[in-house]
């Protein structure tokens, strides 16, 4: 069995968990987190992609856990300062892109700082590449519980398992419910609870915050209640961060090599869920797997939102995403292996499909490895933002760690086909006819389990041709100053200009990694060596 996780190549580092879980859905990860800001005693760090104040983290029956107590976010963790004066909050957001400003919610530096207990500090963190995002999502309580994954704590997130086409509890801040919603986090305590809080530590100091040091409390009361438990033993962390000249920072494209190693060592099946499908290294790393000599045929299942959420991103990012989609699936039908994508819906009243949209990051290979995190299959996921992944890998096929990751992987697939009971659900343990049995599931229409209809924006209504793009700038791996996007958006006479500024940028970025480096302000190598000091 090949080794996949190499510290130094596709993961930071490996460390050791005491406990840890899978928590599907927001309505098991919100229940969680609620109980964890509860019980917080020193610190409380937060950092997301997005944060709305109003969240209700506990809904219909799961209220009752609160005794009509406060259950919104920062409510709550305004209240819980006020009754514990050894509590300091910390939450860092993306300092996001003015095309999401009608999406957010406004003046949050007001209505986190200014309505809010001292000890309760928010800032906005612009230390992103040009066009780059701050995507990952931690929580870490009193530096010993941590909580990543695919959710951010804010509006039109919250579903559960079951997914039905109208829910009343899936309604935020005045909003109509929105529809069905699926994603994917994970919780730990023990070891590797330290590098993520350091992590936090050199975010917060590199968006001007200054210097906090999160000492891990004695805790004997470290519970939670996981939708499933994680792999025992070991868990890699690995990252992503674009390269930027300041704060100075090397890029880091650890999760991008996770993806092509656990691509290349797949010797039965490999299955993913993910928001998106635009990545061309994961699309390379797939065609040169299925055109191996001499390798077993795979069984290579995805499962996709119907299509992407906004219409900028189906615009910009849709397109690829079917192009490399549909070529996938011819390089498997010539070289012999099962490739299919699906989708997953409720039936609504009228008899119409309401699908589920997937915003989870999981990767799965021959139930050996496993890895799940805030990183999209995308260029700009592997390469420009701000990501992080957790993951697991068995020793041998069969061991503790083997089975743990079966048990996760076979749950997903039944949430997304619609299936319960040992006897239905057998016939997903089993990968050695997958994505047949798939087919069949998807084509009877009696359960969950969509074909995905591999269909743009431009397919579905003419009106849009007009728009289709021939290149995808919304989606880059590097940053504009850094490479040869600067030269796309500057084409012509002004080439050399940007030829010009390309090198200038990385003069200065060698120039202020090398300052960084003797004042110990940020480690500026791409990657670390196992056991070292954590920073982005």
């Keep these: 069995m090949k080794s996949i996780l190499i510290p130094g190549r596709n993961c930071w580092t490996r460390t050791e968990t005491h406990d840890a879980g899978v928590l599907v859905d927001a309505r098991d990860y919100y229940r969680e987190l609620y109980r964890a800001i509860r019980k917080a ?238 990545s061309r290294a994961i699309y390379d790393a797939l065609v040169k797997r299925m055109r191996a000599a001499g390798r077993p045929r795979l069984q290579v299942m995805l499962v996709l939102p119907r299509q992407p959420e906004a219409l900028r991103e189906q615009i910009a990012m849709g397109v690829a995403q079917v192009r490399m989609l549909r070529a996938l699936r011819e390089v498997a039908s010539e070289t012999g292996h099962g490739f299919a994508v699906y989708g997953s819906a409720a039936k609504a009243e009228d008899g119409s499909d309401v699908f589920t949209y997937i915003h989870s990051k999981v990767l799965v290979v021959d139930d050996t490895f496993m890895t799940i995190g805030s990183a999209n299959t995308t260029n700009r996921s592997l390469g420009l933002d701000s990501e992080l992944n957790l993951s697991w890998e068995a020793q041998a096929p069969g061991d503790a760690v083997s089975r743990a990751i079966r048990r996760v992987r076979v749950s997903l697939m039944a949430e997304h086909v619609g299936l319960a009971g040992v006897a239905a659900l057998r016939p997903l343990v089993a990968a050695t006819h997958l994505v047949e049995t798939l087919d069949r599931l998807a084509h009877e229409g009696q359960h969950r389990l969509r074909p995905h209809p591999l269909e743009t924006v431009f397919d579905q209504n003419p009106l849009f041709k007009p728009l289709e793009p021939e290149e995808f700038l919304i989606d880059p791996e590097e940053s504009v100053l850094d490479e040869s996007l600067f030269e796309a958006l500057h084409k012509g006479d002004d080439g050399l200009f940007a030829s010009g500024v390309r090198l200038l940028s990385r003069w200065l970025v060698g120039k202020s990694c090398d300052t960084a480096r003797h004042s110990a302000i940020l480690p500026c190598a791409s990657v670390q060596e196992e056991g070292g000091t954590a920073g982005p």
């Excluded at 039109?156 to 509890?169: G, M, T, Y």
């Design 41 to 278: 005693r020193r610190s409380i760090v937060i950092t997301g992609w997005q944060f709305d104040s109003d969240v209700t983290l506990l809904r219909g029956e799961d209220l009752e856990e609160a005794n009509g107590g406060e259950v919104r976010l920062l409510p709550l963790l305004d209240q819980m300062c006020r009754e514990n004066p050894e509590l300091h909050v910390y939450i860092l957001a993306w300092d996001f892109s003015m095309l999401l400003a009608m999406e957010r919610e406004w003046m949050q530096n007001v209505l986190f700082n200014w309505t809010t207990n001292e000890r309760l500090r928010f800032r906005f963190d612009s230390s992103s590449p040009l066009y780059g995002a701050h995507h990952q999502k931690l929580v870490v309580v009193d530096g010993v519980m941590a909580f990543t994954g695919g959710m951010d704590v804010c509006d039109c997130r919250w579903d559960d398992r079951d997914h039905p086409a109208r829910s009343k509890l899936r309604c935020d801040s005045g909003r109509d419910p929105h529809g069905p919603y699926h994603d994917v986090q994970t919780v730990l305590t023990g070891p590797a609870v330290k590098p993520l809080a350091e992590l936090f530590e050199a975010r917060w100091a590199h968006s001007g915050g200054g210097e906090i040091h999160l000492e891990p409390v004695n805790r004997d009361d470290l519970t939670f209640e996981a939708t499933m438990p994680a792999p025992p033993g070991p868990v890699a962390i690995s990252r992503t961060f674009g390269k930027t000249i300041l704060p100075p920072q090397e890029e880091v494209q650890e999760i991008r090599a996770l993806y092509v190693d656990a691509i290349d060592a797949a010797e039965r099946f490999i299955y993913i869920e993910n928001q998106y499908f635009s």
